[in-house]
């Protein structure tokens, strides 16, 4: 007699099979529609929520409704827009009520998502979203818009929820809004179409039209490993990526003696040993043996004004995109305008570096160097072509493209002091220019969806003003680990005096805000920051963290990352402080650090509020 288990696998083996039919027949489906119409990346379209909406889509027939509570990314991001066009194209009626709580938000943004409906169960936005098909005669979708607000929490939105009830109730109260895509298919934070006037600053897509660094430039660098591939220390690195790639060629070799090893198995997953990606598995699959080179131990800009040890390897990088061509080796020179990303999820900012930037530094940095190497046509890995790595090396060149500059050149003839404009001008403009309120206001939607585009400003004056302006961001940004720590702020350290103090005394382990209360409620007060149990910092000005990049005060970054941090997969720990006495030499660098970024913080608001106006624009 056969047991359940034997009667029941081959029919799980069948229904295996039509689910996998089902899948590519749909996931067929979805690359012809929303894929084909998306001008973003694509591959972010295939989740179960998209898929959700293009499997009820193509099964709906000529008339019925599609309803979902889902993810409510799709609204306003670029991959996404294949998908707005196609429902557009394909409902008669579209009704979404935006729920927000997008917990991926900082600052300012994320106090307005607040809430999620669904509590911490999600940290994405939600919508509700009914598709309407009619058997009339079909015209492109109206769409029907409905945000329930900014700083709501999740009751204040379950009740908002509850008291319309439904669609009619909400359309008897007026409570709609219609919206008109643009010719971008935004729904929502439609763009300026004057910016599309304006020299774009790189395009890896175009072929005839001139942009001010054409290809040359790049996405930092994306390691799906920070863990492992970052530490404060560089002894611990060093540790943690010996460790890591012994295993991983461990497994190469059982891989080979047994022709293959189980890639499900406990041992190969082991979160303590390694940290699997997509593409390390591919090269596992492959055979392909890592080594250890402790040449590509470079420093990497992680966050706003945090530098850490960085192992800059094109086996255990996940992606380096083309920053390879930008820093070819760990310790080569540059300069980086490094700048917000489209769908990089906060404001957008820019920061110059001079090391190798990751790729959240800023939300998905795009970065754009004074330099390019070029690869010679024979030569090693591309982190060994630079000179002093070991390699032939690699011949420099000028970021900004000679056509780049001539538009800028050509932009001020009048004055007969245009020619004299140069690419190192030209780079210091931009870095001023992405610093302008004026700018990042008016064009903070395009901003958020494409690279930015550069205007020439309306006079020569002008132009130089935002040159000289970038130079000086430049001096604050690139030195703040030197500049003149911020006088005007006191240090507590209880009845011991200062000069007491020994290095053991600097030690950080989280810096946190003062407490105080207002309206008898507790509140951060940030004028005072607690930095240890010995050493607490007051008089600090509430002016300093006007000056915010990514989505946070430049002081707040200092604050959360001089810390000591374990990473909870693989238990590595990371020490600020081991930065600190190993590479600084400077027990006191995490205090002097954060006195110096309020000295950079606030020069850096003195200048950008003494840019000029934008006004009218070339």
Request: one cysteine or more.
């Amino acid at each position: 007699m056969l047991s359940l288990d034997q009667h029941f696998r081959p029919l799980s083996r069948y229904f295996t099979g039509v689910a996998d039919f089902f899948s590519l027949s749909l996931d067929e489906s979805l690359k012809n529609t929303y894929a084909a119409a998306s001008s973003g990346n694509p591959r972010s379209l295939y989740n179960s929520y998209v898929r959700a909406f293009r499997w009820a889509s193509d099964r709906v027939g000529k008339c019925g409704i599609v309803a979902y509570v889902s993810d409510g990314g799709w609204l306003s991001t670029k991959a996404a827009d294949g998908l707005r066009k196609c429902v557009v194209n394909e409902f008669d009626s579209i009704y979404v009520f935006n729920l927000r709580g997008d917990a991926r938000t900082k600052g300012e943004e994320r106090r307005k998502e607040k809430g999620n409906v669904f509590g911490e169960g999600t940290r994405t936005p939600i919508a509700i979203t009914l598709l309407v098909k009619k058997t009339t005669p079909h015209r492109d979708g109206f769409i029907h818009y409905k945000d329930i607000g900014d700083y709501l929490d999740q009751n204040e939105k379950l009740r908002i929820i509850s008291e319309f009830a439904s669609v009619s109730k909400m359309t008897a109260d007026g409570t709609w809004s219609v919206i008109h895509p643009d010719e971008h298919a935004d729904w929502l934070s439609q763009r300026d179409s004057a910016f599309g006037n304006f020299i774009v600053l790189g395009d890896k897509k175009q072929k005839d039209g001139i942009s001010i660094f054409g290809k040359s430039y790049s996405s930092g660098v994306k390691t799906n490993r920070d863990a492992w591939a970052y530490n404060f220390s560089a002894c611990g690195l060093k540790k943690n990526m010996d460790n890591t790639i012994a295993f991983y060629n461990s497994l190469i070799e059982q891989r080979t003696a047994q022709n293959g090893v189980d890639a499900g198995s406990t041992a190969i997953n082991d979160p303590m040993r390694i940290s699997w990606s997509w593409v390390l598995r591919e090269r596992f699959q492959k055979g392909r043996v890592a080594d250890y080179d402790s040449r590509r131990i470079g420093v990497g800009m992680y966050r706003p004004y945090t530098k850490t040890n960085l192992y800059y390897d094109r086996m255990f990088n996940e992606n380096r995109y083309l920053m390879p061509m930008v820093f070819p080796d760990a310790c080569a020179s540059n300069l980086a305008i490094c700048i917000s990303g489209p769908g990089g999820g906060s404001s957008f900012s820019a920061l110059l570096t001079s090391c190798i930037p990751d790729l959240q530094l800023l939300g998905n940095a795009q970065c754009l160097p004074a330099y390019v190497y070029d690869k010679p046509e024979e030569g090693g890995e591309d982190e060994l072509f630079a000179a002093g790595a070991g390699g032939v090396k690699a011949t420099r060149r000028d970021g900004i493209s000679d056509a780049g500059l001539a538009h800028f050149q050509a932009a001020y003839p009048a004055k007969g002091e245009g020619g004299s404009i140069t690419k190192e001008d030209l780079f210091y403009y931009i870095y001023g220019l992405l610093h302008s309120p004026d700018y990042r206001s008016r064009y903070a939607d395009n901003l958020g969806k494409e690279l930015p585009r550069i205007p020439a400003v309306k006079t020569f004056a002008d132009f130089r003003a935002f040159s000289q302006a970038g130079r000086e961001l430049a001096h604050w940004h690139l030195n703040y680990e030197t500049v003149a720590p911020y006088a005007g702020a006191k240090l507590d350290t209880g009845k011991t005096p200062r000069t007491a103090l020994t290095d053991a005394d600097y030690r950080v382990t989280k810096m946190k805000f003062a407490k105080t209360k207002t309206e008898g409620k507790s509140v951060a007060d940030k004028t005072t920051v607690i930095y240890n149990e010995r050493i607490t910092i007051t008089c600090i000005p509430l002016a300093a963290y006007d000056y915010v990049v990514n989505g946070k005060p430049a002081l707040e970054w200092v604050m959360e990352r001089q810390s000591v941090t374990t990473d909870k997969d693989s238990g590595i720990v990371n020490d600020a402080n081991l930065w600190a006495t190993e590479t600084m030499q400077n027990a006191k660098y995490p205090l002097e650090l954060f006195l110096r970024v309020i000295t950079v913080s606030l020069e850096t608001m003195k200048i950008v509020n003494a840019l000029p106006a934008l006004g009218e624009l070339k």
